[in-house]
C-alpha cells in the first residue's frame, strides 16, 4: 500500500549561497504575462502580473519576491487565494494544493522604489522626465512578483500603459502599440527564455533610431547628432562579435540613451541602456556599446547557474572589448591584456575569481582579471581552438545557464588535454598568474 504524502510548502529562499533571500524553491516559472499602469508624475503603478508556473512537486503554499506595493488580490488557477507578506516575500496559500502546470494572478498597487542592495538602489527608479529599469542583481520585484533566481528563466509578454508623449521600451520584440485619450499602450513580447534581472522597462521622451538591422536606438532628440558617430560603426561591432562568437541570439536589439546622466550603463535581454554622458560625439564610450552588446551572448543567452559563476558574464564582456579593438584598428588583445595584467598585479591578491563573494560580485578585477583568463587560454590552445571553443560554447548552451565547470570541460574538450593545472590557478587561487608568452 503507497503511504500519501502531506503536500510541500515551497521554500521561500533560494540555494544561491550568495543571496539565498532572491528567488524560492518548489517550482520553476514558464512565463510571466505583466500588464502595467504608469502614472510619471505621481510615481504610481498599477500591475497585473499571470505567472504560469509548474511544481516540482504538490505545494501547499509558494513564495514570490515582490518588494513594496499593496497587493489587492491574488488568485490561484482562477480560484481567491490567501496571501501574507514579508521581507520582501508574497506568501501565497492556495485554496487546495498544485501540481504541476498553474497560474497565478496578482494585483498590485503602489508607488515603486528601487530595492536597496549592498550595490546601492536597483530596480525601477525615476528620471527627471520618465523612468527606468536596473535590476541587477536583485531590483526585479521592485516592480512585478516574481522568482527573483538568475537560474529561473521564463519567457514573457509585457503592457505598459503611460501619458502619450513617453515613448516605452520594454524587454521584447514590439508586437502592438495603441493610443487612447491621452495615453498610449506599448505590448513587448520576449519568446526566449530570460532571467528576471534582465527584464526591463524604460519610459522616456525618445525619438527612434535605426543603428543596424534589427538594432534600433531610443534616444532624446538633442543627442542625435552625438549618436550619429557614438553608435555610427554599432552594426560593424555586431558583425565582429558574431564572427567571435557566432550568430547573435535575439530576435532585434534596442538600445536606449535616457536624457540623465548614468553612472554605467546596464544590460537587459536584447537592450542596452546608457547615459546621457556616454555620448559624446567623439566615441569616448565605444568600448563599453561593445560590453553590453556583448552580454546578449554572455550574461543574456548563456546566462550563470549561480551568481558565483558571474566571471562567466563580465570577463567574456571585457574580452569583447579588447577583440573589438584589436579588430577595428586600435590597440591589440594582447597590448590590453599585457597593460591590465601589470594593473590587477598593484591590486591585493585577495580574490578568488571563481568564488569572489558577494561583497565583490562587481569587483573590478572581476571584470579585469575574468578577461585575461581567456586571453591567457588563448595563449596557451591557440587562435584555431580558442575562437571555436567560443563559438561552440554559445551554440552549445544558447538560451540556457551555464557554471564554471561547464566552461572548463568544454575548454579541456577543445584544447584536447587535461588544464586543471591552468584553471586552478587562474580561478581558484588568489595569487595572479603570469601571462603565456
Not at 11 to 37: C, F, K, Q, T, W
Not at 110 to 136: F, H, K
Not at 192 to 218: C, D, F, K, N
Request: aromatic share 10%; with cysteine.
Amino acid at each position: 500500500m503507497e503511504l500519501s504524502r502531506k503536500p510541500a510548502v515551497g521554500a521561500a529562499r533560494s540555494d544561491d549561497p550568495y543571496l539565498p533571500a532572491h528567488g524560492n524553491g518548489g517550482y520553476r516559472v514558464e512565463h510571466y504575462d505583466l500588464a502595467i499602469d504608469y502614472k510619471l508624475a505621481a510615481n504610481r503603478l498599477s500591475g497585473r502580473a499571470e505567472v504560469t508556473a509548474v511544481a516540482v512537486a504538490p505545494l501547499s503554499r509558494f513564495s514570490l519576491d515582490l518588494a513594496g506595493y499593496r497587493v489587492a488580490r491574488v488568485r490561484v488557477d482562477g480560484r481567491a487565494a490567501k496571501f501574507t507578506r514579508s521581507a520582501g516575500k508574497l506568501h501565497v496559500t492556495p485554496a487546495r494544493p498544485v501540481a504541476g502546470r498553474f497560474t497565478v494572478e496578482v494585483r498590485y498597487l503602489g508607488s515603486p522604489r528601487p530595492v536597496a542592495s549592498p550595490w546601492g538602489d536597483i530596480g525601477w527608479d525615476e528620471l527627471t522626465d520618465g523612468a527606468l529599469v536596473a535590476s541587477q542583481p536583485v531590483g526585479a520585484p521592485s516592480w512585478f512578483p516574481c522568482n527573483d533566481h538568475p537560474s529561473d528563466k521564463a519567457t514573457y509578454r509585457i503592457t505598459v500603459t503611460t501619458e502619450a508623449p513617453y515613448t516605452v521600451a520594454a524587454t521584447g520584440v514590439r508586437t502592438a502599440r495603441r493610443r487612447s485619450a491621452g495615453t498610449r499602450t506599448w505590448v513587448y513580447e520576449r519568446r526566449e527564455p530570460t532571467a528576471t534581472y534582465l527584464v526591463s522597462v524604460q519610459i522616456g521622451r525618445y525619438e527612434e533610431i535605426t543603428i543596424g538591422a534589427g538594432q534600433v536606438a531610443l534616444l532624446p532628440a538633442r543627442l542625435r547628432r552625438n549618436a550619429a558617430r557614438d553608435l555610427g560603426r554599432h552594426p560593424a561591432i555586431t558583425t565582429t562579435l558574431e564572427g567571435f562568437f557566432g550568430p547573435y541570439p535575439f530576435e532585434g536589439y534596442q538600445l536606449v540613451v535616457t536624457d540623465d546622466e548614468l553612472d554605467d550603463p546596464i544590460e537587459a535581454q536584447g537592450m542596452s541602456i546608457f547615459g546621457a554622458n556616454h555620448l559624446d560625439g567623439r566615441r569616448t564610450h565605444e568600448r563599453l556599446v561593445v560590453h553590453e552588446l556583448a552580454h546578449q551572448w554572455f550574461g543574456n543567452s548563456l546566462t550563470i547557474a549561480d551568481w558565483r559563476q558571474i566571471w562567466l558574464n563580465e570577463g567574456f564582456a571585457t574580452y569583447a572589448e579588447w577583440l573589438w579593438s584589436e579588430a577595428s584598428g586600435g590597440r591589440s588583445a594582447a597590448a590590453n591584456a599585457r597593460e591590465w595584467h601589470l594593473h590587477v598585479a598593484r591590486l591585493p591578491a585577495d580574490l578568488l575569481l571563481a568564488d569572489p563573494g558577494v561583497a565583490r560580485l562587481f569587483d573590478e578585477r572581476v571584470y579585469k582579471r575574468g578577461a585575461l583568463v581567456l586571453h591567457a587560454l588563448r595563449q596557451r590552445v591557440g587562435d584555431e581552438r580558442f575562437f571555436a571553443l567560443l563559438r561552440d560554447w554559445t551554440a552549445r548552451h544558447r538560451h540556457a545557464t551555464v557554471t564554471t565547470a561547464q566552461f572548463v570541460a568544454a575548454a579541456e574538450q577543445h584544447a584536447g588535454r587535461d588544464l586543471s593545472g591552468f584553471f586552478t590557478d587562474w580561478l581558484y587561487r588568489p595569487a595572479l598568474p603570469r601571462l603565456p608568452s
